[in-house]
Each structure stands twice: as C-alpha cells, then as structure tokens.
C-alpha cells in the first residue's frame, strides 16, 4: 500500500507537472506581442492629435515667428497625424486643403491687409498650398472653439469692420492739406504711404470696451466668421452696424508718421 501511495504521488506529480507545462499563464500567453500602452500608442498615430497639443505647437512656433520676426517657418512635429487632422475638416475643405498629399506643413502669416495674423498651412505634393485653422477640425461638444472668440480675433473682425472709416478720414485731411498730410506729432510732411491713422485720444481698445459695455457683451462671445480679406468679421449683422454706428460717433483720429507708429503702444 505504500509503493500504491507512493506511486499515486508520483502519478499525481506527473499530472500536476505536465498541466503546468500545457497551461501556460497569461504572461506566457502574451510573450511576443505588444502591450496594451504600445497597441494604443499604435492607434493613437492614426488619429488627429488633442485640441491641447495642437495648440500648444502653434502656440510655440507663433512664438518664435514674432520674437524673430520671420512670417513663416516649417512646422516639424513627427508625431502629429497631419493628415488626420485635416481630414477632420468640415466638407467639402477637408479634400480642398489635402489635395494631392502632404509634403510639409507651415505656420505662416496670412494673405489679408493686418499683419501678425498666422495660420497653418499645407504644402502640397505639387508645391501648391493652403492654409486652415485647426480649431476648426475640433467642432465638437469636447472643444469649445465656436462657442467663444479669441479676443485678438475679435480685435481684427472689428478693426476691419471700420476700416474704411480710417480712409475716410486719411482721405479728408489729405484734401484739406492739398494732397499732403502732416503729421499731429512732429508737423512733418508724410506722403499717403507713410502716413497712419490713429485712434486719439481714445484708444481703439477703450472704444471696444466702452461698446461692449454698453451692450452688455464678453468680447469672446462675439461671433466670428471668415473672411478672405481681413481674416475674421463679425457673424452678427445687427451687432456689425451697431459696432460701425458706436465707432462712428465716438472715434477721434490723429495722423502719424510710420516711424512714430512704431513707438506707439496704441492704435
């Protein structure tokens, strides 16, 4: 009965050591293959970056296109899915800005009349290129891009919006000073292109703020829309000539040279 006992341990020992050869653990099972971090990692390549890292890289390169002056420069960010990205563009922009395939992507200012306006751009396999704002791929319940402005944009839709009353006034004082204007600061002569309007002695800033405090507004909930030749103009019809209206009775302008505009805070 021993040499049965002692046999039915080593029987069981056998089974015991051969399931623990055939029933490998779940670490065994995964050896070889990727880990859950290294699977996500994978996909996450395949989709459009956060809205906050896209940000953060504008913001970064807007950085250094002001402190060096430069108005365009290469974007070199390995691990952002351009592509992804602006194909989550609204229809039919997204297809219009891919085109052909990405070569390279740009920050670079945009082709409108106010200067210091950047935006991204693609450059095409064909040299070609367009630009799109990123925010636009993120209109979503996640992201809060089109339920408020950025205040610098607003800033531009409503310096546009009252653009042409600027050249109204450049263009008065030039009759009356016989084709020449002077400037109110140095009472030199200033030829058209040399010659600036601005906005004294209230600032264009006080003007705005003054306008949304009387009606009761945030200026980051202005709507903004598009626009080929400013960058941004005001969505709101209504508040657009309330805006022209406001700035026509209470703007007071005064004519400077280019150089002396360059040491004004305001404008």
């Known amino acids: 009965s021993s040499g049965l006992r002692s046999g039915s341990c080593n029987l069981f020992g056998l089974v015991r050591s051969s399931a623990s050869c055939s029933m490998p653990s779940a670490l065994k099972a995964r050896a070889g293959r990727p880990s859950y971090a290294e699977m996500k990692a994978d996909l996450d390549r395949l989709r459009k970056p956060p809205a906050a890292k896209v940000e953060a890289i504008f913001d970064k390169y807007y950085q250094f296109c002001i402190e060096t002056g430069k108005t365009e420069i290469e974007v070199r960010e390995p691990d952002i899915n351009w592509k992804a990205l602006i194909l989550s563009l609204p229809r039919p922009e997204c297809s219009e800005v891919l085109g052909c395939g990405i070569r390279r992507i740009l920050l670079k200012e945009a ?29 979503d319940p996640y992201h809060g891009y089109k339920d408020k402005s950025f205040k610098d944009d607003v800033e531009t839709a409503m310096r546009a919006a009252v653009l042409h009353q600027l050249v109204q006034f450049k263009e008065m004082m030039s009759k009356d000073h016989q084709m020449e204007l002077v400037s109110d600061i140095s009472g030199v002569s200033l030829p058209w292109e040399r010659a600036v309007v601005q906005h004294y002695p209230v600032t264009f800033h006080l003007l705005v703020n003054s306008f949304c405090n009387e009606n009761q507004l945030l200026v980051e909930n202005i709507k903004l829309d598009y626009c080929d030749n400013h960058g941004y103009r005001i969505k709101d019809q209504e508040l657009l000539d309330k805006w022209r209206g406001f700035h026509r009775s209470q703007a007071h302008y005064r004519i400077i040279s280019t150089d002396e505009a360059m040491e004004q805070e305001h404008l």
């Open 111 to 139: 082709d409108c009349i106010h200067q210091g306006i950047f935006k991204f751009h693609v450059e095409r396999r064909d040299i070609t290129q367009a630009r799109f704002d990123f925010r636009d791929a993120y209109d």
